[in-house]
């Protein structure tokens, strides 16, 4: 009878797994042109799921198994994730899977995403990446990105705000090819830069640009320009914003947070000279100086 149950249980999820789940086309073998799927975390999916990530227990595993199941990852809860992890043992990833179901439909799928889920973990952890701006900089950030913003209609901030001094010296964060330059209305003077991973990182609100020009390579640390706070208008208009640079990272025009990301590259270098007191004490001064935060990649131009 259990046995039955168990057969029946397993043929159920293989028929849910065919009908809902919309990963089942992904059982094949991932090439390197697949993609990573960093927007299907949503705001602040990622790093829930990297801290409920362990040494034994990687996040990779939780999330994979997470996408199979749920077939999201915009919303993972901390309780669920746990629930998991407690019915996961094993010295392998193999193992680990094997003994959560029995299902090879579900093993492959769980594979498979965790295979293109530890292409995150090559760029997070990639040592050859650096912060956009030096750690001799003066700088503040918060984790904004959702937050909502208005000029140009009702959206959300599709990126980090770095604010700084004009001027400061902006950063390549990662090795990487220009592919966009040029006047956005949203984004002022902007650049952007794709890496080997085919992950775009988008650079607004420049003041002046460095020497490159699109179709140039870059290295990590590479200077692209200077922040200021252009855009919110026609070619030119400046000063609407506080300096601040924006910085923003996409797949597949997608956009996805890259705070963590940002926090993991700060660590690898060297800690900040904050200067600031806090993000609210520049936006105080900003909103008496009637300046307002900035917006994101204008998409039509930038598409
Ligand atoms: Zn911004």
Request: glycine residues 10%; negative net charge.
């Amino acid at each position: 009878m259990k046995r039955s149950l168990k057969r029946l249980s397993i043929l159920s999820l293989c028929v849910t797994l065919m009908l809902f789940i919309p990963f089942a086309g992904a059982a094949a073998a991932p090439t390197l042109t697949q993609s990573i799927g960093i927007g299907l975390f949503g705001a602040s999916g990622l790093n829930t799921y990297l801290q409920a990530g362990t040494g034994t227990v990687p996040w990779t595993l939780l999330a994979a198994i997470d996408l199979v199941e749920t077939g999201t990852a915009a919303n993972p809860d901390a309780a669920r994730l746990e629930a998991i992890k407690s019915k996961l043992s094993g010295s392998s990833a193999r193992e680990r899977i094997s003994g959560y179901s029995d299902n090879p439909i579900f093993i492959s799928m769980v594979e498979n995403r965790m295979y293109s889920l530890s292409r995150i973990d090559l760029i997070m952890l990639d040592y050859s990446r650096v912060f956009p701006l030096a750690s001799s900089a003066a700088y503040y950030y918060t984790d904004d990105y959702g937050a909502a913003r208005d000029f140009g209609g009702e959206r959300t901030h599709e990126g980090i705000d770095i604010i700084c001094d004009k001027g400061t010296p902006v950063r390549s964060v990662c090795n990487g090819t220009v592919t966009k330059k040029g006047w956005l209305t949203l984004g002022g003077w902007r650049i952007g830069v794709e890496d080997e991973n085919g992950v775009y990182y988008y650079y607004a609100h420049l003041s002046q640009y460095g020497a490159f020009e699109v179709g140039d390579t870059v290295r990590a640390g590479d200077i692209l320009g200077y922040s200021g706070s252009t855009g919110y208008g026609p070619e030119g208009t400046d000063t609407v914003m506080i300096p601040h640079l924006h910085f923003g990272m996409y797949e597949n025009d997608v956009a996805f947070n890259p705070y963590v990301f940002l926090r993991q590259w700060e660590v690898t270098v060297q800690p900040p000279a904050i200067v600031y007191n806090s993000r609210d004490e520049q936006l105080r001064k900003a909103d008496t100086e009637g300046l307002r935060e900035c917006g994101t990649p204008d998409r039509g131009v930038e598409a």
